[in-house]
């Protein structure tokens, strides 16, 4: 592995990049009111909703409309995330994301071929009812900044992976106490999903103030 040692402020540059490359890039076939999806995977402390806040702007600026879900917000019911226990970390990975609703509402709309709309969220897991959101008219153009955690390997479509890495060493001493039952959910998915080698981009983040961009695998 070769990994670039660069700032947080590049990190946010070379994403934007890419994106906006990808979208002048996209298939004429494709039309003209592309968007873009874009993932940003990592587990709870390496903070992927806050990278994902950090491009939003820089792509507003460039002209892109910036469209920020996050799959907490699209989660399952209490019953059935917590049907073996609310610390089940087999359970966390394979039954609390409602991939199925995340794809059909969000992914799916704002791919090619796409009418456009989608539900910024499905479901409130603090208060365990509806989100009660209304569909959103997503402009030409706009980009999709979808933040989570545990998302690769579930054959999410998206345009552009972002997974942020860390040591299992580094997660460990990172994550609180009372959450550390869900470490072997990370290292399963880790086993299984292998999200370094399957993200089109990864950022190592054990030093958040100095990130690694990945060069080689």
Do not use: C, K, N
């Not at 702007?57 to 917000?73: F, I, T, W, Y």
């Amino acid at each position: 592995m070769r990994v670039e040692p660069v700032s947080p402020e590049v990190v946010v540059e070379r994403l934007v990049d890419r994106v906006l490359d990808g979208l002048a890039a996209a298939p004429a076939a494709e039309g003209a009111d592309r968007r873009w999806r874009v993932l940003l995977d990592g587990a709870p402390p390496t903070a992927p909703g806050v990278l994902a806040d950090a491009l939003a702007e820089p792509l507003r600026a460039r002209g892109h409309a910036a469209l920020r879900v996050s799959a907490g917000d699209f989660l399952r019911p209490a019953g059935v995330r917590f049907e073996h226990g609310r610390q089940d970390p087999d359970a966390l990975l394979d039954d609390a994301l409602d991939a199925g609703a995340l794809i059909r509402e969000v992914l799916d709309p704002l791919g090619p071929g796409g009418d456009g709309t989608y539900l910024p969220a499905l479901w409130d897991a603090a208060r365990e009812r509806s989100a009660r959101a209304t569909r959103v008219a997503a402009p030409p153009g706009a980009v999709l900044l979808l933040d989570g955690h545990l998302l690769l390997g579930r054959w999410l479509p998206a345009d552009l992976t972002v997974h942020l890495a860390v040591r299992p060493a580094t997660l460990a001493r990172l994550t609180p106490p009372a959450e550390a039952w869900r470490l072997a959910a990370e290292e399963r998915y880790r086993d299984e999903a292998a999200p370094e080698e399957a993200a089109d981009v990864v950022v190592r983040v054990d030093d958040p103030r100095r990130p690694g961009w990945v060069l080689e695998r």
